[in-house]
Structure formats: C-alpha cells, structure tokens
C-alpha cells in the first residue's frame, strides 16, 4: 500500500524582498557607526578654537544696602579692563569679565564663588564684604583661582595661608588701632561705647577698636552688637546715654550708620560720633547733612588730589554717569595689579601670577604699593577724616 503525502509548494522567492543577512554583514552597521562617530569626534576636535579670552569674575554686592559701594567698586575694575582690552588685552588676549552678585550674603558668595569657577575664570576680583570674601576665597583657594578684594578688612582674609589670596586694602587691626590711637591719644578720651551689625566686618573692627583702646588703659563701656537689618536704635542708645561713654564707635556699613547717627541726636546724645570706612560713602553724608558736628571716620589716606586720580575720577564719571564711589578707584587698582603680573608672569597660572605681585612693587592710583607674603599691604595708612559742605575731608592735624 503506498502512503500519499499531499505535495508541498515550494515559496517562490521575490527577488525585490529583503533577505537575511549572515553575521558578518549584521556587524557592519554597528562598527560603521561607530566609525562614523570617531571621526565626527576627530573632526569636531581639529575645528574647535582653543579660548580666545581670559575670563575674570568680578564678584561683590549689587544690589541689598550694601549694593551702592559694591556697584561702584567692580565699577572700577571695568574701566581698568576695558582699558587694557583697547590695548590688545592681555597675553594677546582680550579680557571676558563675569560679573556676579553676592547681595552681601556669605552663602550666596559661596553659591557664586563656585559658578566662576565653573565658568572657567582665572582670577576674581572681589568681594568686598569680609563675611562673604572669607568663605568664598576657600572656593578659589580649592580651584586654585587668584583673588583679590578690594575692601575686605578683616584680618582671617589672609590669615588662612591661602597662597593665591590678596588684598589692595588695610586690615581692621591697622585700622582698629589708629581709631583707638585717635580716640585716646588726641581726644583723651577714657570711656566709649561700642555698637557693631554683628558681621565679619562689623564685630571685626570693633572687636579691633575696642582690644586696642583698653591697651592704652581706655574702657568700652557699652558693647553691643545690632542685627543688619534693625532699623531702630533707641534701646542701644538708651544704653549708651546712660554709660558715661564720651564717644560712641560705630562698626558696620553706612546704610545702619547714618540712621543711627541721625538717632542719637535726636535723643539729645551729642557726644562724638565715630566709624570706619564701611560708611565711608557719600549715601552716609546725605542722610546725616553737609556738616555735622563730631563725626568722624577712618580711611586710608586722600588720594583725590594726584593726576592720575583726577583722571580717573573724570573717566568714570563720563563712563558711568555719576562721580566714582569711595572704593572705585580701589576696583580700578586691583584690576590693574592683578593683570599686570599676568602680563609679567607670561601666564594665567595663580602660583605663578601670585609669584610676581609679591616680587616687587607695583605704582597704582593710590601710590607705590608691595604685597606681603600673605598678600597683604606692607604699608596702609589710615588716617582721621571728618565731614565738611558734603564732603568727606581729612581732619586737620592728621598725618
């Protein structure tokens, strides 16, 4: 018996399909790709222009009660930068400035400190406040990016043996001791009272005036601190009236000390009135008057007078618009400073920039000026300033 099988039909192949592939050719697509990719890569490398600029961030308070003298200080720094981009730049190239704003906060000059440096920045100038310039220089020191500030004080600044780390101002110990000198060498005084905003800055120098004055065998009698966003002050002066104090020292920044001042005359307190240079800006004279009677500041000495100042004062006005601030020409200077040596040094390299502004001395605005080992001032003089027809004036009879 034969078995009959039904007959199978054989699939006629279609030419047009698509057929299987073995697997040497499946491969091909992937290594294709990844060729193409390599190349695209070598390609991509070959055309990308190295940087053309050299980034610096500008960093300080822009905006706050704080904003005004931060603004005109960085203000400063642009005009010095803008100068020696009309020059050619720097090691050929032109200056890229990065200007942030650290409102006066320390946590948001940490914040900014570490967007510059992402930012690829080489050096900053700022910040001007000692509470934010202190935690944010641990950023720069960490990335190795120099910095210089042009009004931070306090003395830690340097203090932290960070080698990259400069300062184109005085420290509060050398300022400290001349407002105590002043108060207990010229106007004999042996009791004063002591009111400061509680910050870096603020405790700092009056933590200075008041550990120099009871040196000389003085007394602070009131010592208190105020928080910087209190506006009223007549409990501290009710304090004060009833110290015996024969002065009273104020620590902190303008925007607290003209209300204060404008305060205790109004509660019949007329002794003498003293502050540093935190309210060494024209915002302080125009809320207390043209001429008060037993104000007084410390600063560093009047420069106003030189031909490069004057120049610099004409400069900025016609570029900004309003007369410079009390720290513009201290922005201007440090900006010259710091590319200057990068000029010198033939690099950006901190260690080696910073190398060169401490090998020798440097002519800026403010005069001859040579940086320490710890990248202070050698020299910075402060002297008395009082206030005269809306002007701040050097008291007579100071060096």
Known sequence: MIALWPKRKRKRLDPTAARPLDKTVRKLPFFLGLGVVALAAVFLAGCQKKADTIKIGLAGAQTGSDGQIGVSMLNGSKIAIEEWNAKGGVLGKQIETIALDDEAKGD??????QSLVDDGVVAVIGHFNSSCTIPASRIYNAA?????????????YTEQGFPDA????????????????????????????????KTTYGQGIADEIKKTFESKGG????YQGIGKDDSDYRANIDV??????EALVW??????????????????????????????????????????????LTFAQDYSGLPAAQDFAKKYEARFGQKEGAYSVYGYDAANVILTAMQEAGTTDADKVSAVLKSHPFDTILGKIEFDSKGDLKEADYVIWTIKDGKFVVLPGNP
């Open 166 to 197: 400069f300062r184109i101002c005085g420290r509060d110990d050398q300022q400290g001791s001349a407002a105590a000198a002043f108060l207990h060498d010229q106007m004999h005084f042996n009791k004063i009272a002591i009111l400061d905003d």
């Open 219 to 222: 007394q602070a009698v009131v």
């Open 251 to 296: 620590g902190g920044m303008y925007a607290q000390a003209g209300p204060l001042f404008v305060q205790l005359r109004q509660s019949g307190v007329t002794i003498p009135f003293i502050s540093d240079d935190g309210a060494f800006d024209q915002a302080f004279i125009d809320t207390i008057g043209a001429n008060p009677p037993n104000v007084y």
């Open 240 to 245: 004060v009236k009833g110290s015996g104090a």
């Open 144 to 156: 190795k990016v120099l910095e210089i500030t042009p009004g931070s004080t306090n003395p830690l």
């Open 108 to 113: 948001k000059a940490v914040t900014i400190a």
